[in-house]
């Protein structure tokens, strides 16, 4: 039952994926130079990208908080979101592992994604951190065109990264990460002729970010702004043609603020938001391949040009590129920092994905240990994989073992 489940999704997801080129062909420029459908509505125009599950927030905290987590104070999930945050660190060593069901409202138990994490801080200015994200998509019955089968599959994807952090001042700090990224969707079949392989790429990030108190009369407060590029690499393909068309990963630009305000000793709330653009090229709607070679121009751009290519190239112009602006927003509020109740909200324009959904979430420490939950509420007809799902995270913080030990 779930691999028929799961092979009725792939089918689902690739008649979408027509549905929307279709969409795309049909658009035309209204009177304002603008794009839109006949009926008038806005052209849906996506960012593609190959490898989307480097972008999955994983960690159960920040899927709480809208998928805010770039300034938000450290733990061992900063890999995700910005390393440099690392040395900011209280304790020297952390570990985090994550468990995300995935699809899970259509009955899949084999689809998910694992998330492990830890690091050490070699001093108070500087820390390492090893990542490993797994990724299991279950398994699937592949068929030719005419529906003969042609055995079983267990597609799966993983993303191995390392990092470093120093403070270039007391409240300044810089990161560098380097991941290798592996994706074996159907290796070993042949489609159009053509054998389907593994796809590999290699990336890096570099984050930034500042943290220190800000002065307010009746209450300690403290600022954190973060900045980080993430997936800046090679591009990926899934054949050995020599004329093969590769597809670019996620490279991603976050911006990121975090506003602590400690009431008190017991009580204490964040206000946290992120800023999210991919730096990939926008698909174009017209005269795509001048050339004649079967591939659109914009797909041809190298990894950097696509950066400095994707703050303006948008067909719609100006205004296109603003919507293509990811917005995250959160709060979250603890007690004596062993209890922590989390709200956020996550927003996308309608013609860039529109993903937009309500998080809830809970976060409980004791001594070493930590327990994070996150529950995500649709708010559009849009589906979610991850609708109605419970996602959870389990820290060990051994930094406060070794303050028990001692005392």
């Not at 290699?202 to 590029?229: C, I, R």
């Not at 690499?233 to 050995?240: D, M, Q, R, V």
């Not at 062993?338 to 996550?346: I, K, L, N, S």
Request: aromatic content about 12%; glycine content about 10%.
């Amino acid at each position: 039952m779930k691999n028929s489940l799961l092979t009725a999704l792939v089918a689902l997801l690739v008649l979408a994926a027509i549905d929307v080129r279709a969409q795309i062909a049909t658009c035309l420029k209204n009177t304002n130079g603008e794009w839109v459908l006949p009926d008038g509505s806005p052209c849906p125009n996506s960012i593609i990208t190959a490898v989307p599950f480097l972008r999955i927030v994983s960690d159960a905290r920040s899927a709480a908080l809208g998928d805010a987590g770039i300034a938000i104070s450290p733990d061992a999930n900063a890999l995700h979101f910005n390393d440099s945050k690392l040395v900011f660190a209280e304790q020297d060593l952390g570990i985090s592992a994550t468990y995300t069901p995935w699809l899970r409202e259509l009955g899949l138990n084999d689809v998910y994604i694992a998330y492990l994490t830890g690091f050490y801080k070699i001093s108070d200015l500087q820390a390492v951190g090893l990542g490993l994200r797994y990724f299991s998509l279950g398994e699937i019955n592949f068929t030719d065109i005419n529906g003969e089968p042609l055995g079983n599959g267990r597609p799966n994807e993983f993303e191995l990264k390392g990092s470093y952090a120093r403070k270039l001042s007391d409240h300044f700090a810089a990161a560098i990460g380097a991941k290798f990224i592996y994706s074996n969707l159907a290796s070993g079949q042949t489609v159009n002729g053509q054998e389907i392989t593994v796809g590999t790429a290699g990336a890096a990030d570099v984050s930034f970010t500042y943290s220190g108190p800000l002065k307010m009369q009746n209450m300690e407060s403290n600022l954190t702004v973060g900045l980080a590029l993430s997936n800046i690499g090679s591009k990926i393909t899934y054949t050995n043609a020599a004329n093969n068309e590769r597809d670019f990963i996620p490279a991603n630009l976050g911006i990121g603020a975090a506003w602590e305000l400690n009431f008190d000793e017991f009580n204490s709330l964040t206000i946290v938001t992120d800023i999210n653009k991919f730096l990939v090229p926008t698909p174009c709607l017209e005269d795509c391949d001048p050339g004649q070679n079967g591939i659109p121009d914009w797909k041809e751009e190298s990894p950097i040009g696509g950066i400095f290519s994707s703050f303006g190239d948008a067909p719609g112009g100006f205004s296109e590129e603003l919507q293509e602006l990811m917005f995250s927003f959160g709060l979250e509020y603890w007690y004596d920092k062993q209890f922590a109740v989390r709200a956020g909200y996550y927003f996308e324009d309608q013609t860039k994905g529109a993903r937009r959904f309500f998080t809830v979430g809970l976060g409980l420490k004791y001594n070493i240990f930590g327990l994070n939950f996150s529950y995500l509420v649709p708010t559009t007809n849009q589906r979610n994989p991850l609708d109605n799902t419970l996602r959870f995270s389990l820290l060990f913080d051994f930094g406060a073992f070794e303050k028990d030990a001692g005392n």
